[in-house]
């Protein structure tokens, strides 16, 4: 199985909600499982997006209680690393998607990068391309061209 990570702020407007909610669902429909931070804004958004059409979620907890969890996620993993937990998030992804965000969604990005991951920015932060020598941060105008340039990444159908 593929798993493919949502990352993103913890709060979100309701486009983004909209977005993230949509690549979530986009995951489900791929069969992957989505992995995500477990809590609120885009986290939720695309776990519940995910949860609508059948698939299974994982959320990494910064905190040390499963009840922390979004409602949407079936998998909750305390961790009670704080934001150390971004890099677990990263880790345990074979490709992510990144929606809006913070500082701590540039470190997953920046992770996962470093790692060597496909990771998509769909409105998120801008990267210059010769900044990052020998890496590939595509940007996506959709949540079905996010998903679209994930699944080549990966080679799945």
């Known amino acids: 199985m593929v798993y493919i990570g949502v990352i993103g702020e913890g709060t979100t407007d309701s486009r983004g909600a909209q977005i993230a909610y949509e690549v979530g669902r986009l995951v489900a429909l791929k069969g992957a499982l989505l992995i995500c931070g477990g809590l609120s804004g885009v986290m939720e958004h695309a776990a519940r997006g995910a949860k609508s059409a059948g698939g299974t979620t994982v ?34 992804s ?20 470093k790692m060597r991951k496909p990771v998509v920015s769909l409105s998120s932060w801008e990267i210059k391309k010769d900044a990052l020598p020998g890496s590939d941060f595509p940007e996506a105008e959709t949540a079905e ?5 994930i699944t080549a990444a990966l080679q799945m159908n």
């Open 145 to 149: 061209e996010a998903i679209q340039i």
């Open 94 to 113: 074979d490709a992510l998607v990144a929606i809006g965000g913070q500082y701590g969604t540039l470190s997953e990005i920046a992770f996962a990068l």
């Open 59 to 92: 959320g990494i907890l910064p905190d040390c209680s499963r009840d922390d969890a979004n409602q949407y996620i079936d998998i909750a993993i305390p961790t009670g690393l704080g934001e150390v937990r971004n890099l677990l998030v990263v880790r345990s």
